[in-house]
């Protein structure tokens, strides 16, 4: 059986390596990256580091096709590590920042030359910005997130992000910038959390599935007016941005045939962790794992892993623990789940388990998981070709 061959191509290659330990498959990542570009469509694709965390690789993706430009950081001081210590470029921070001493550093960069973007929603995030930006020659690029949340009385289908949910709050914004001295308006972006961050294909969930995805439909739809509707008012005022940026690994696709975007966003798709299985118009590979030690054999057809408790973030429910993968035949224990110190799983694959063997597992979403490890094994033909620093790796934990 195909699983049955990839487990024993992964432990034959981990042979000799302590566990537990995080392991890419890049000829997996490279099928990957090819299936993304197809996605997208002819629009440029910014690369989401929440769900990399890992230099080298973010550095892979963009070499693999003049279409990846960019990178949409998760923080300010997270951009300035990419920006200072490893000399990456293009940075948007997809996230408002307020601390001081981090934003004066961005305007050192911003006046060695680097593109550096911050995120706003609000006119206290620019009166912030113009503030800081007192005295100094620096002039803050800034992108205005926009809300592409539903709400229906009773149903708020969407992310609690930007506050901008209204054409007139996002003109006075826009304006508020324009008088600004020392802040700049480069960009617009709109995250369509509904479409790219709730799966629609989720099994024994049918009711929950056909439901999700009529309002994905809609949400579609009236993303996709409202992005249209709101840049041209911009225009209308003669303000032209230098990017849109909109989707997600989730909605690569839809966002893509809009127009008026110009570029997309994808992350989780590159590992493609469990949450991207349940989608109906995503078929990325799993690339990426981590390794867990079998320890113990506390009863017939249970093996107890050493560590494994690496829950994703969301709201608490099972979908966020990580899930057993190969050998086929493995399941969490439902009392159990995944422990801090310990991981018991049961089912067919266990019977045939020893002490010291192998459990690979993977994560319920992506980047998360490069939080636990300092180095990612990078496999290719079926034996480890580097070994790669994560963030926790350099010794850098950013939130």
Same mark, same amino acid.
């Given at each position: 059986?195909?699983?049955?061959?990839?487990?024993?191509?992964?432990?034959?290659?981990?042979?000799?390596?302590?566990?537990?330990?995080?392991?890419?498959?890049?000829?997996?990542?490279?099928?990957?990256?090819?299936?993304?570009?197809?996605?997208?469509?002819?629009?440029?694709?910014?690369?989401?580091?929440?769900?990399?965390?890992?230099?080298?690789?973010?550095?892979?993706?963009?070499?693999?096709?003049?279409?990846?430009?960019?990178?949409?950081?998760?923080?300010?001081?997270?951009?300035?590590?990419?920006?200072?210590?490893?000399?990456?470029?293009?940075?948007?921070?997809?996230?408002?920042?307020?601390?001081?001493?981090?934003?004066?550093? #961005?305007? +050192?960069?911003?006046?060695?030359?680097? %593109?550096? &973007?911050?995120?706003? =929603?609000? $006119?206290?995030? *620019?009166?912030?910005?113009?503030?800081?930006?007192?005295?100094?020659?620096?002039?803050?690029?800034?992108?205005?997130?926009?809300?592409?949340?539903?709400?229906?009385?009773?149903?708020?289908?969407?992310?609690?992000?930007?506050?901008?949910?209204?054409?007139?709050?996002?003109?006075?914004?826009?304006?508020?910038?324009?008088?600004?001295?020392?802040?700049?308006?480069?960009?617009?972006?709109?995250?369509?959390?509904?479409?790219?961050?709730?799966?629609?294909?989720?099994?024994?969930?049918?009711?929950?599935?056909?439901?999700?995805?009529?309002?994905?439909?809609?949400?579609?739809?009236?993303?996709?007016?409202?992005?249209?509707?709101?840049?041209?008012?911009?225009?209308?005022?003669?303000?032209?941005?230098?990017? #849109?940026? +909109?989707?997600?690994?989730?909605?690569? %696709?839809? &966002?893509?045939?809009? =127009?008026? $975007?110009?570029? *997309?966003?994808?992350?989780?798709?590159?590992?493609?962790?469990?949450?991207?299985?349940?989608?109906?118009?995503?078929?990325?590979?799993?690339?990426?794992?981590?390794?867990?030690?079998?320890?113990?054999?506390?009863?017939?057809?249970?093996?107890?892993?050493?560590?494994?408790?690496?829950?994703?973030?969301?709201?608490?429910?099972?979908?966020?623990?990580?899930?057993?993968?190969?050998?086929?035949?493995?399941?969490?224990?439902?009392?159990?789940?995944?422990?801090?110190?310990?991981?018991?799983?049961?089912?067919?694959?266990?019977?045939?388990?020893?002490?010291?063997?192998?459990?690979?597992?993977?994560?319920?979403?992506?980047?998360?998981?490069?939080?636990?490890?300092?180095?990612?094994?990078?496999?290719?033909?079926?034996?480890?070709?580097?070994?790669?620093?994560?963030?926790?790796?350099?010794?850098?934990?950013?939130?």
């Amino acid at each position: 059986m195909m699983e049955d061959y990839q487990y024993q191509k992964y432990r034959a290659a981990l042979v000799g390596y302590s566990l537990p330990l995080a392991f890419l498959d890049l000829d997996r990542m490279e099928e990957n990256i090819g299936f993304i570009l197809k996605e997208a469509g002819k629009k440029r694709i910014r690369i989401a580091s929440k769900s990399i965390r890992c230099v080298p690789l973010i550095r892979h993706i963009l070499e693999s096709g003049d279409r990846f430009q960019g990178v949409m950081c998760f923080s300010v001081p997270e951009a300035l590590f990419l920006s200072e210590e490893h000399g990456l470029d293009d940075l948007l921070v997809a996230y408002p920042a307020w601390d001081a001493s981090s934003l004066m550093r #961005v305007g +050192g960069e911003l006046a060695s030359g680097k %593109r550096i &973007t911050l995120m706003v =929603d609000c $006119v206290e995030h *620019v009166s912030r910005l113009d503030a800081i930006a007192q005295g100094t020659d620096w002039v803050f690029p800034v992108c205005i997130d926009m809300d592409l949340s539903v709400s229906w009385p009773g149903l708020h289908f969407g992310v609690r992000r930007s506050p901008l949910r209204s054409l007139e709050a996002f003109l006075e914004l826009a304006r508020f910038i324009g008088e600004s001295p020392r802040v700049e308006l480069e960009g617009v972006m709109g995250y369509e959390a509904q479409v790219a961050g709730v799966g629609d294909w989720v099994p024994g969930k049918p009711l929950r599935n056909g439901i999700v995805r009529l309002l994905k439909q809609h949400s579609i739809r009236r993303i996709a007016r409202q992005r249209r509707d709101w840049l041209k008012a911009l225009k209308d005022r003669g303000i032209k941005p230098r990017f #849109v940026n +909109g989707g997600g690994t989730g909605s690569l %696709r839809e &966002t893509a045939r809009e =127009d008026i $975007v110009t570029e *997309v966003t994808a992350g989780s798709g590159f590992f493609t962790s469990v949450l991207f299985d349940h989608y109906r118009g995503f078929h990325g590979k799993p690339a990426a794992g981590f390794a867990l030690e079998v320890t113990r054999k506390p009863a017939s057809g249970i093996v107890t892993c050493a560590g494994g408790g690496y829950p994703a973030s969301g709201a608490a429910g099972r979908d966020r623990l990580p899930t057993p993968w190969l050998p086929e035949g493995l399941k969490l224990l439902p009392s159990e789940g995944a422990g801090e110190v310990q991981t018991p799983v049961c089912g067919s694959g266990a019977l045939n388990l020893d002490l010291g063997d192998p459990i690979l597992f993977r994560h319920a979403k992506a980047g998360e998981m490069c939080e636990r490890f300092h180095e990612i094994l990078i496999i290719s033909s079926g034996r480890v070709v580097d070994r790669y620093p994560t963030y926790r790796g350099e010794g850098k934990c950013f939130l």
